[in-house]
């Protein structure tokens, strides 16, 4: 299982560093990125330290060019409306959305951030249009990594 969240996460990197402002080469030397999160499970959940050894290899580095706004880790559902409008408030650079309940509130708060969206069926669940053109802020769906292609 843990292999497999593994393999999701750095799909999820590797597919969004095409359109994330924290993609390598769009880095602009000496800028600090802010990712916000808005997930209900805590910093310590099996996928997100490969998230981060990710972004770390692609030289994003959490308290040097990186800040992570953690105000959006172990969020009720309920709550989520509210935290992605504090996240936009904040301008974040990216928001790191887990499920399509926090992926929804995440579109619903910005139209201009870009969403890395973490959940079963983007299309069926009504966030993208399709995974090979999604459209809109949602970049990727990593769940479920054979149709990443599709």
Not at 30 to 43: A, D, I, K, S
Not at 93 to 113: E, F, M, P, V
């Amino acid at each position: 299982m843990l292999d497999l969240r593994r393999r999701e996460v750095i799909i999820l990197v590797g597919g969004a560093a095409a359109t994330w402002p924290l993609a390598a080469r769009a880095q602009q030397a000496g800028r600090t990125y802010r990712l916000g999160v808005l997930h209900n499970q805590g910093p310590q959940s099996p996928q997100f330290p490969p998230f981060y050894d990710e972004l770390r290899r692609l030289g994003f580095v959490e308290g040097q060019n990186l800040i992570v706004d953690s105000r959006g880790y172990a969020v009720r559902t309920e709550q989520f409306p509210a935290v992605a409008a504090e996240l936009v408030k904040a301008q974040v650079d990216a928001i790191l959305a887990g499920g399509a309940a926090a992926a929804r509130a995440a579109q619903a708060a910005t139209r201009t951030i870009p969403i890395l969206s973490l959940t079963d069926d983007m299309v069926g669940q009504g966030l993208v249009a399709s995974l090979a053109r999604p459209g809109g802020r949602c970049t990727l769906d990593v769940s479920s990594p054979s149709r990443a292609g599709s």
